[in-house]
Every structure is written in C-alpha cells, then in structure tokens.
C-alpha cells in the first residue's frame, strides 16, 4: 500500500527542485508592509478630509469621546469602517449603545489601573527575593480581571433591549 502522499496527488508530478515554502524576501516584505501603511494612511486622510461635514465632524467627536486613550488616527480608522449598517444592525439585533460613562466609570478605571500596578510591584519584589506566592496572586488577578470586566458590561457594552 503506499503513503499518503501516493494517494492525495496521484497523477501530479512533483520535482525535487520544487521547494515547499517560499524564501523570505525582505524587499518584498518591506514593499508589503509599506504598501499597507500607505493604505492605512490614506484611509486617514480621507477620513480627515470628511471632518468638513458637521455630521462626521460630531460623529468623530463621539467616537473620540468613547476611545480617549485612542489616538486621532486610530479613531479616524474606527470612525471609517465603523458605518451606520454596523450602528443599525446592532439595534436590530437588540443591542441598544450606552452612552459615554460618567465620572464614576473612569473613577473605578483608576482605581482598577492603581490594584494593576500594586501587583506589579507585588512581582517586582517576589522577582527580586526569589519567590513569590503564586495563588494569591493570581487569585488576586482573576479578580482584577473579573472586576474590570463586571464594569466594562456595566459601564460600555451595549446592553440587550427588554
């Protein structure tokens, strides 16, 4: 009985010369990535030049305002693939989108960032004795984790209509 190969390409012939993988080129590696930064960047400026329009100057500003940490260009590329049929198919499906959290939102955000980094500092000094507690911790990041995620639903996440 033959191999598996005899079977899955009976009637091909294969050449020894004929290499499986192709060899990395970095020239058309760069010419690849730099044709995809072009890309992204020209969906940027496009999006940019839209700003002149009220409705996409307000819609930027409101996409802006849920991202904050998000840099301009980023919320410009958000803001381009994100379209009214997204906005819409979510309503239809019975999500409805909150609106920017308040005060409180990014009080507990702080508060969740200030846990994150005693932990750190928690692995910086069992790093620097040698050992280190391993179920608290993460016992302790599990927690974390679950409170952020019980306020990310509770504060963003669009919320099923009743």
Do not use: C
Not at 17 to 29: A, C, D, L, Q
């Amino acid at each position: 009985m033959g191999t598996y190969d005899d079977v899955l390409f009976a009637g091909e012939e294969t050449s020894a010369t004929e290499s499986v993988s192709p060899e990395f080129n970095p020239e058309e590696y760069q010419e690849q990535k730099q044709q995809e930064r072009d890309f992204v960047y020209g969906m940027i400026d496009k999006a940019t030049l839209n700003l002149v329009d009220p409705n996409k100057l307000k819609e930027y500003l409101d996409i802006q305002a849920r991202f904050n940490l998000y840099r301009p260009g980023n919320v410009l590329l958000i803001q381009a693939q994100l379209t009214e049929a997204a906005l819409v198919r979510s309503l239809v499906l019975g999500y409805e989108p909150k609106e920017k959290p308040d005060d409180r939102f990014y009080d507990v955000m702080r508060q969740l960032s200030a846990i994150g980094n005693s932990m750190n500092q928690i692995a910086r000094k069992a790093n620097a004795l040698g050992f280190i507690d391993a179920w608290e911790y993460e016992h302790q990041a599990k927690l974390l984790q679950q409170f952020q995620l019980e306020d990310r639903r509770y504060f963003i996440l669009p919320s099923r209509v009743k």
